[in-house]
């Protein structure tokens, strides 16, 4: 598609319950990250997927955050026996990798809005 | 560890009064700098990055940010707000090697009055 997209775009879900995250990158980007955005706080890092591979996860918060891209295009994120305090914005970006540069500007999706009841 | 602060949480100016917004990193070498846009309820647009070479860079929407090192800052500015401007502003440093991904601001809230 032409942009990183994401579903859904709201979420509401009960205390205990597993849910889903998806998103679609931009067509040919092999970096993928995963951010989440607290209410009056700047989107703070999850994970980052290299192709099919997580290269660093070390922003996700515990166990029960967890993240996949097996063919390296679509990633799902998920969340294992959600919690009040997971209630946030998740933002997906994608970036193109260059040979001589590395990741060039990450590009992002318009979020899905969790919301733990 | 790399952060980015921005000290001002919320702005308000006038339309077509001159805007800038601060943003001081920390970081062990010269990072990739970044400004990005959130308007309610969309996605953060890219406002504009500094990768190397020249220190003021020119962004999209009139706006122009310059990196000074010897102050770790990358301050934003527009000489010209329009009530569209109207927007949460992050600045954002990422390494120009290894992890690639950002560290955020906080934001910074512009209100634009008439």
Redesign the interface.
């Known amino acids: 598609g032409a942009g990183v997209s994401q579903t859904p775009s709201n979420k509401v879900t009960e205390k205990g319950k597993y849910v889903e995250l998806r998103c679609d990158p931009i067509s040919g980007h092999t970096a993928l990250y995963w951010y989440r955005q607290s209410l009056g706080q700047g989107p703070e890092f999850l994970i980052y997927f290299q192709g099919t591979g997580a290269a660093d996860d070390s922003g996700l918060p515990n166990d029960r955050f967890f993240a996949v891209r097996p063919e390296g295009s679509v990633s799902t994120l998920k969340i294992q026996r959600t919690e009040r305090g997971d209630s946030a914005v998740y933002l997906c970006a994608s970036s193109h990798t260059s040979p001589g540069r590395g990741n060039t500007e990450a590009f992002f999706g318009q979020g899905t809005r969790l919301t733990v009841v | 560890a790399q952060s980015?602060t921005q000290p001002d949480i919320h702005i308000t100016v006038s339309e077509g009064a001159s805007l800038e917004l601060r943003c001081n990193y920390s970081y062990g070498a010269t990072p990739y700098l970044?400004w990005?846009v959130q308007s309610p309820?969309?996605?953060?647009?890219?406002l504009l990055?500094y990768?190397s070479g020249d220190t003021l860079v020119q962004g999209i929407k009139g706006f122009e940010a310059e990196f000074k090192r010897s102050q770790s800052s990358f301050n934003l500015r527009k000489p010209s707000v329009h009530w569209s401007d109207a927007a949460e502003y992050?600045c954002?440093v990422g390494p120009?090697?290894g992890?690639?991904?950002?560290?955020?601001?906080?934001?910074t809230r512009l209100q634009v009055q008439p």
């Open positions: 980015v970044f990005y309820g969309q996605g953060l647009q890219l990055k990768f992050f954002a120009p090697t992890r690639r991904a950002l560290t955020f601001g906080s934001g």
